[in-house]
């Protein structure tokens, strides 16, 4: 099977923030172009907020974009187009400092789940920190921060690789 790969990349905490999408698979199988979301273009996109009890045991409230929106726009096909080979694919999302983590898609997509998963980039209503940000994970539902991934550089979507018989 194919791997389709997906990069979201952010910029260092202390550059202006970029977030770069590259190889989403289209509805189609056709790969699109590279999509580039300025700080300012994310800061037009659909913002949700949550709030969630952080590693510190505080409750904060996040800002951002849906993981979803993100790879919708990058052509990543979600909701009712998700179904079959889509439904093998996985996210592996890559702190600066080389930490990752996984979800499935459908862990991402608001037709399959209640509860969002947000690239944030505020907190309590300010920027997040360079220790943070610019761009941080937050898994609300999770009940441990592991998967709360700061300094987001990379997604990728892979796919599962067939089984062998």
């Not at 079959?84 to 694919?89: E, F």
């Not at 979800?103 to 944030?120: C, G, M, Q, R």
Request: glycine share 6%.
């Amino acid at each position: 099977m194919s791997r389709t790969a997906l990069f979201l990349l952010a910029t260092l905490p202390c550059l202006a923030a970029d977030l770069r999408i590259e190889g989403a698979a289209a509805r189609d199988g056709i790969v699109k172009p590279a999509l580039v979301v300025t700080e300012a273009e994310f800061n037009k996109l659909p913002r949700t907020t949550v709030t969630a009890r952080d590693r510190d045991g505080k409750e904060h409230r996040y800002e951002g974009v849906l993981v979803a929106e993100l790879l919708r726009r990058a052509g990543q096909a979600l909701g009712d187009e998700m179904r079959g080979p889509v439904m093998q694919r996985y996210a592996v999302m890559t702190a600066h400092d080389g930490y990752r983590i996984v979800f499935a898609l459908p862990e991402l997509d608001p037709a399959f789940t209640n509860t969002p998963v947000l690239v944030a980039d505020r907190m309590d209503g300010q920027p997040l920190s360079s220790r943070d940000g610019p761009f941080r994970i937050i898994a609300p539902s999770d009940k441990h921060p592991t998967r709360w991934l700061r300094t987001l550089e990379k997604i990728e979507i892979l796919a599962a690789p067939e089984a062998v018989r």
